[in-house]
């Protein structure tokens, strides 16, 4: 059983740093896709930053790109988010994602993860960047 747990998130003022941190425990292989996404009150789930294990392929959104940063540790088992200069619009719930498949993985493929590609979630995190 895969297990997703988030820290780092709070509150901030515009332009600040925020790390946020997910322990992962429970992977069954090496070959796996994690990452974070997002989501805002009314808003859909979107992707923030996500990385494909085998090929060490990442993914950054747009909106993000520059601002954050993606890494893991030396014993691969947390995953960090590096989120600089922060600004309002990043405000929102953020969580943990990772999945165990086999095959072609679509959102390596296309390169535009999607919420359905993940299969285990974190109870998420809530950063709050105030103007």
């Known amino acids: 059983q895969v297990q997703l747990v988030e820290s780092g998130g709070g509150s901030v003022q515009a332009g600040g740093p925020l790390r946020l941190s997910c322990a992962a425990s429970?992977?069954?292989?090496?070959?796996?896709?994690m990452g974070w996404f997002r989501q805002a009150p009314g808003k859909e789930r979107e992707a923030v930053a996500t990385i494909y294990t085998v090929n060490e392929r990442t993914y950054y959104a747009d909106s993000v790109e520059g601002r954050f940063t993606l890494s893991r540790d030396n014993a691969k088992n947390t995953l960090c988010l590096q989120m600089n200069s922060l600004k309002p619009k990043d405000t929102a719930m953020y969580y943990c994602?990772?999945?165990?498949?086999?095959?072609?993985?679509?959102?390596?493929?296309?390169?535009?993860?999607?919420?359905?590609?993940?299969?285990?979630w974190g109870q998420g995190t809530q950063v709050t960047v105030s103007s």
């Open positions: 994602a990772a999945a165990q498949r086999v095959g072609p993985i679509w959102w390596v493929t296309t390169g535009r993860p999607r919420p359905v590609d993940f299969d285990y």
């Open positions: 429970g992977y069954t292989s090496s070959r796996y896709s």
